[in-house]
């Protein structure tokens, strides 16, 4: 894996600090170019292929997840909270400002771990670092975040049931996302919605639609 030091100097070198536009009490390391960050990632580890930089935007279901969860701060509060697929770090972030008793950010992305760790000191909040995959897993959270994570087909059906088996065990799931095409409606509720700004390095559109989700109860 990326040494933590040498993910942290790219991360340094090849973004900007900016507000998050629906949050902006949050700071994050963002880009403004995807294409150009995922080639220079790319090339910074020898022509490896990754995935693309999510962890260097604010997507439009980490912005809405982490404005409720700051507008709502009894949702978390005092809990053990995790969030799952990180990317930059931002529902982490907000659960941890929001009064959060322990928050841990799970990442597979070495690029995303080293900018979760940057970007937590920037807002000066302590987290929990977990570069596992833990999709399968329960380690008793009380809260579970995920924003944007029904973008890809089997990903989608394997972090659902995955979600909604912490859901039947007592947790409470968020999920935050703006429409994509694999989210698992028939099993949701809707709890809020948005209009969120967006970045169009990323998105069609320079402002998306989104909804906070919960699983409905049975």
């Known amino acids: 894996m990326l040494p933590l ?3 942290t100097n790219f991360v340094i070198q090849h973004t900007e600090w900016s507000p998050v536009p629906l949050v902006p009490e949050i700071r994050l390391r963002m880009s403004e170019d995807a294409i150009d960050l995922w080639e220079k990632a790319e090339a910074f580890c020898d022509g490896i292929r990754l995935p693309p930089p999510f962890w260097a935007f604010a997507w439009a279901g980490g912005q809405a997840l982490a404005r409720y969860i700051l507008d ?17 770090g931002l529902i982490a972030i907000a ?6 008793a322990r928050v841990e950010a799970n990442e597979i992305d070495p ?32 809260v579970v975040l995920a924003g944007d994570v029904s973008y890809e087909r089997d990903m ?7 979600l909604q088996k912490l859901h039947t065990r007592g947790a409470l799931v968020l999920i935050g996302d703006p429409g994509r095409s694999y989210l698992a409606r028939e099993k949701l509720e809707c709890v809020a919605r948005y209009r969120v700004p967006v970045s169009r390095a990323i998105e ?3 402002e998306k639609e989104t909804s906070v989700w919960r699983f409905r109860s049975v």
């Open 156 to 162: 989608a059906a394997r972090v659902t049931d995955w």
């Open 111 to 142: 690029f995303a771990l080293a900018a979760i760790d940057h970007n937590a000191a920037e807002n000066a909040v302590a987290l929990t670092i977990r570069g596992e995959d833990l999709v399968g897993t329960d380690e008793g959270w009380d």
């Open 204 to 206: 069609d559109s320079s």
């Open 95 to 100: 659960a941890a400002k929001a009064g959060a």
């Open 72 to 88: 709502n701060f009894g949702l978390v509060r005092n809990r053990k909270v995790l969030d799952f697929a990180a990317g930059s």
């Open 5 to 7: 030091r040498d993910a």
